[in-house]
């Protein structure tokens, strides 16, 4: 496990920007697409859905649940 140093405001940040950009996409597709631009992705685990970083899925944040169905 790597331990990383996380900021609060940070992570409120990310997730506004991902759950914002999810009300403005057109389909699951388009949503995925457009977080990659910013470099985020959606990964599923068995913990939930987690925002992560790419290219090396460093997990930002978790989604609410909820939030990665359409």
Known sequence: ???VNSDPTAKAGVLALVLHEKQNARSTQDWHK????YG???????RGAYVTTLPHGVEVCRLPSGSVSR
Not at 40 to 46: G, K, L, N, P
């Open 1 to 3: 496990m790597v331990y």
């Open 34 to 37: 457009a977080l990659s631009h």
């Open 40 to 46: 985020y992705a959606v990964q599923q685990t068995d």
